[in-house]
């Protein structure tokens, strides 16, 4: 197995990469432990994650640091006033969501976004921005805007910061990839105690109903969409689970893990180029593949 390394859309991965500093485990770790790589949703039976069913990134880095030994302090909300106060006060800290389409210096970024605020200084925010932007700076007001995250439809909330990060306990990588198989297996099987919009679909159904509708002919934000995000994350996602997974000696899960990603990441050439025969075989050889990598981890 030839592990991936490479750019990739893994924002939050690598702010709180960042955040942890030199204790931090490989990018690829921390994003298996998120639970991300472990299932797909189909939201409203129309939108395409590569992503648990009611996931989202929120849930996923809670779950990485607790995993990983680590606490910090999470505080949200307030008026912009009292927001920028809190920011003023925290020196680095991870910020997000924000809505990456109002950072004005990423003119083609769009979706929900993290990244590490280093300062405030005066009337300009100083950031490191994930997406290839480091020490990046925008106005007090652009930032505010996009750190409001009214767009960002899993987040009921705005202003977002976590601060304080602190090691409670030493957790070696093995044991926290291990102890993460649980909730993976619980993924992968679609939890039903999680609110998600009428008519989602999780895994197998997902994949399925996703083909049927890149033959009825796709629509163009949802290609764009999987363009431009959800293949590229998707796959990488799972190449990283496929790389944990054989680290702890799990290797037919690794397999099928890594086919997995072979499937989508093969997606990205037809999705472009407009075959879609080729992109609803691929979404259909990649259905049954949840089911079985979790009686792989059961």
Partial sequence: MVAY????????????????????????????LTGSPFGMQLVGGVTPYFDPYGWDPEIGVDAALNLLGWTCERS?????QEALARLRAAGPAMAGPVDMALLPYTPHGDGDHYLVVLAVEGDTVVVHD????????????DFLAAWRAESVAYLSTSFVLRTGFARVREVPVREALRDSLPAAVRWL?????????????????????????????????????LTYFGVRVG???LADAAACLDLLGLDEAAYVAAGQARVLGGLQHPLVTGDDAAVAAGLRQLAPSYDRLRSLLV
Avoid: F, K, N, W
């Fill in 76 to 80: 949200e909300a307030g008026t912009p």
């Fill in 130 to 141: 994930p997406h290839g932007h480091p020490y990046a700076t925008l106005p007090v007001t």
């Fill in 235 to 237: 796959a990488r996602r």
């Fill in 189 to 225: 099987g679609g939890q039903d105690d999680l609110p998600v919009p009428p008519g989602s679909l999780c895994g197998a159904a997902a994949a399925l109903r996703l083909a049927e509708l890149v033959e009825q002919g796709l629509d163009a934000g949802v290609r764009d969409l």
């Fill in 5 to 32: 390394q490479g750019s990739g859309p893994y924002c939050y991965t690598h702010s709180l990469a960042m955040m942890l500093g030199p204790d931090a485990p490989p990018p690829g770790v921390i994003e298996t």
